[in-house]
């Protein structure tokens, strides 16, 4: 049973770029949470994807935007790179229904340096 | 707003030495609270949760329990091991208001032999 799975592993991209990452969610999930991760600190909620709808959304400037797709996979992209958005990309899928409490699974994340 | 602090590491022990990782949360209602594990190169790890108050979430021998009466949740074992050298990332989540988990900003643990 697959988990969480994300592409690429790792990004190299210049000021100024665009940028689209790729998850694909655990096996019956069918929401996804993307989530930025700077060095040494904590994740920070990104946006939420259900029902291929845009359903929350963190502190984050309209450049970040994503989408769901019919099989429940997501992207994001992120416009005008900046120096700052050099972190690592993680994104998170769980299970909406027996009353949507489910914890969210992780994948391995989406290294993404700015130059 | 909700928030989650953790105590700052790096936490350095031991190998079979007792661990105790602090979290307080500040959050209004009802949360559920959570123990990620973030080993090198890796994501997060579900390593326990506790959805309401004087839960016990337990797993691979690390215990926490939701203490509501003092906002936390602080992650304890017993006896270390050189692999559970990790970032561990206290956090909350409200499932009534949709499914963002808010972050500490982790803490580095490191196990010696």
């Known amino acids: 049973d697959a988990g969480v799975t994300q592409s690429p592993t790792h990004l190299i991209k210049t000021r100024g770029q665009q940028v689209t990452l790729r998850c694909s969610p655990k096996?019956?999930?069918?929401?996804v949470s993307w989530y930025q991760q700077a060095l040494g600190q904590g994740p920070q909620f990104i946006f939420q994807?259900?029902?291929?709808?845009?359903?929350q959304r963190g502190n984050f400037p309209d450049r970040f935007s994503g989408h769901q797709f019919p099989n429940y996979s997501s992207e994001l992209n992120v416009n005008a790179l900046l120096l700052g958005d050099s972190a690592l990309y993680l994104c998170?899928?769980?299970?909406?229904?027996?009353?949507?409490?489910?914890?969210?699974?992780f994948g391995d994340g989406t290294r993404l340096s700015i130059l | 707003g909700d928030s989650v602090t953790q105590m700052e590491g790096p936490v350095t022990l031991s190998e079979e030495a007792f661990l105790t990782i602090n979290c307080t949360y500040t959050?209004?209602?009802?949360?559920?609270l959570f123990w990620y594990v973030q080993y090198p190169g890796e994501g997060l790890q579900l390593l326990l949760k506790?959805?309401?108050?004087?839960d016990k979430g337990s797993n691979k021998g690390f215990e926490a329990t939701y203490r509501k009466e003092t906002t936390s949740f602080h992650l304890e074992k017993g006896s270390v091991q050189v692999s559970d050298s990790a970032v561990y990332f206290c956090?909350?989540?409200?499932?009534?208001?949709?499914?963002?988990?808010?972050f500490g900003q982790g803490t580095e643990l490191s196990v010696k032999p």
């Open positions: 506790a959805t309401k108050a004087d």
């Open positions: 959050a209004t209602g009802y949360p559920s």
């Open positions: 956090a909350l989540i409200k499932y009534n208001q949709g499914g963002k988990l808010i």
């Open positions: 998170a899928s769980s299970y909406s229904g027996t009353g949507g409490n489910q914890p969210q699974h």
């Open positions: 994807y259900y029902e291929e709808e845009e359903r």
């Open positions: 096996s019956g999930h069918d929401t």
